[in-house]
C-alpha cells in the first residue's frame, strides 16, 4: 500500500498554528467535554490506561515513557474536578473561514480551513461517545480503491482516541495513536506468553535470549507501526466494502441499546465481517503472505471476536506448522458465511427498532442472535 507523503513548510504551518489556537481550544474543549460525560463507559483498568495515555500526550512523552505516579495521579485528580464543572456544558460550535459551524458539520469545517496541512475528525465511538481531534496530515494512499490518509501530531484529541476509522468514505490512520496501541498491547500481551505474538515479535527481531528485549522494541517501533499500519488499514477497507451488516443498521441498535451486550456482539459481527470480506483484512493477509500481521491479527483477536471467529485458531496452529496459506484462506471463507447469516437476522430484527417495544426487540436478539453464541442476557 504505496502512498504519497505530503509536503510542508514549517513555517507556513507553525505560523496557520498560531492563527488556529482560539479554533483548537474549542476542539480540544469538545474533547474534554466528551470526556467528562461518557468516561464512565470504560472499565477501571481502561479508563486508567487512556488517562495515562492523555497524560502522556499533553506532557508529550513517548509510549514507554512512564510518568512519576504521583504526578499522574495528581493530574488526573485535577482532571477528574475540571470534568466535574462541564460535564452538563454543550459542545461547542467551532469558528472556521469566518463562519460558525457545529462540531459534527466536518465537510464544511475541513473546507473552510485554511491551513491544508490539517484535518479535523469528529464523529461517534463505543457506546457514542463523541471523537473530536485535529491532527496534521502526513501520507494519502489508496487500497482496494479506497481513499487512505495517513495522520501525524495530533492538536487536540480526546481520551479513546480510535487509531483507524472512516470518516465521510476517507480510511483515516492516527499515527500517534497507533503507536501508543501497539506499544500498550505488547506489553500487555507478552506476559501471557501468547505464541501469536512472539510469532510477529521474531520477525522485526526483538527478541534476545527468548524474551522481549524492550530497548529493541523502542528502536523498532516505528518501522514496526509503518508496517502494521497496512494490517489496520486492510480492516477498514472491510469495514467499507462490506454491506451486509450497515452502519445504519448498527447505529440503530446502539441508539436503542448502548453498553449493552447487543451493542458489542452488533460491533464484533461488524468487525469480523470487515476482516473476513473477501476484500478485507484476511484476504490481504493471504494475498500478500504477511506472516508477522498474521500473529498481531490473532495476538489482538480475543473476547467476543474470537468467540464469533473459532476457526481461525485451528488454522493458525496448523499455519504455524507447515505456512499453509490456504488453511487461513479456508477460515476466512468459512467465517464470512456464518457471521454474514448472523449479519441478515441482524438486520431483520433491527427493522422492528422503533415499532415494537424494546423488551420485543431484546426478547428476539436474545433468542435468535445470543443464545446461538452462549451470550444469551438474564
Not at 505530503?6 to 474534554?32: E, R, V
Not at 500517534?176 to 505474538?197: G, H, N, T, Y
Not at 527478541?207 to 528502536?219: H, N, Q
Request: negative net charge; glycine residues 8%; proline residues 3%.
Amino acid at each position: 500500500m504505496k502512498g504519497r507523503r505530503l509536503k510542508q513548510s514549517t513555517g507556513l504551518l507553525m505560523s496557520s498554528l498560531t492563527d488556529l489556537t482560539p479554533f483548537i481550544a474549542d476542539i480540544q474543549h469538545n474533547c474534554d467535554i466528551s470526556d467528562a460525560r461518557d468516561h464512565g463507559i470504560y472499565s477501571m483498568c481502561t479508563m486508567v490506561l487512556k488517562l495515562r495515555n492523555l497524560y502522556k500526550w499533553e506532557k508529550n512523552l513517548q509510549p514507554w515513557e512512564e510518568p512519576e505516579a504521583a504526578d499522574l495521579l495528581d493530574w488526573i485528580d485535577g482532571k477528574e474536578n475540571y470534568w466535574a464543572t462541564i460535564a452538563g456544558e454543550p459542545f461547542r460550535s467551532l469558528t472556521a473561514g469566518g463562519k460558525r459551524l457545529e462540531p459534527l458539520e466536518l465537510e464544511e469545517i475541513n473546507g473552510a480551513l485554511q491551513d491544508e496541512t490539517l484535518l479535523y475528525g469528529a464523529g461517534f465511538g463505543r457506546s457514542m461517545k463523541a471523537v473530536f481531534f485535529l491532527a496534521e496530515k502526513l501520507e494519502e494512499r489508496q487500497a482496494e480503491g479506497c481513499p487512505v490518509l495517513i495522520l501525524g501530531r495530533e492538536r487536540a484529541r480526546e481520551m479513546a482516541s480510535p487509531f483507524a476509522m472512516v470518516q465521510d468514505g476517507l480510511i483515516i490512520i492516527r499515527r500517534e495513536a497507533l503507536r501508543f496501541f501497539l506499544w500498550d498491547q505488547i506489553q500487555e500481551v507478552r506476559s501471557s506468553c501468547r505464541k501469536s505474538l512472539q510469532y510477529a515479535l521474531q520477525y522485526y527481531g526483538v527478541f534476545r535470549d527468548g524474551s522481549l528485549d524492550r530497548e529493541l522494541l523502542r528502536a523498532k517501533l516505528d518501522v514496526m507501526v509503518e508496517k502494521e499500519m497496512d494490517l489496520f488499514i486492510a480492516h477498514e477497507v472491510g469495514e467499507i466494502l462490506q454491506t451486509t451488516l450497515s452502519s445504519e443498521t448498527l447505529q440503530a441498535v446502539i441508539g436503542h441499546f448502548p453498553g449493552t451486550v447487543i451493542e458489542f456482539v452488533g460491533r464484533s459481527i461488524k468487525d469480523i465481517l470487515a476482516d473476513t470480506h473477501p476484500q478485507g483484512l484476511l484476504a490481504y493477509l493471504v494475498r500478500e503472505q504477511r506472516d508477522a500481521s498474521l500473529g498481531f491479527y490473532l495476538t489482538f483477536l480475543d473476547g467476543l471476536r474470537s468467540k464469533l471467529f473459532p476457526e481461525i485458531i485451528e488454522a493458525w496452529q496448523q499455519f504455524v506448522a507447515d505456512r499453509d496459506w490456504r488453511r487461513i484462506e479456508q477460515a476466512r471463507r468459512t467465517c464470512w458465511a456464518r457471521n454474514s447469516r448472523i449479519a441478515g437476522q441482524i438486520e431483520e430484527i433491527a427493522k422492528t427498532i422503533g415499532h415494537d417495544p424494546d423488551e420485543r426487540v431484546m426478547g428476539r436478539f436474545n433468542r435468535e442472535i445470543l443464545e446461538p453464541l452462549g451470550l444469551a442476557t438474564p
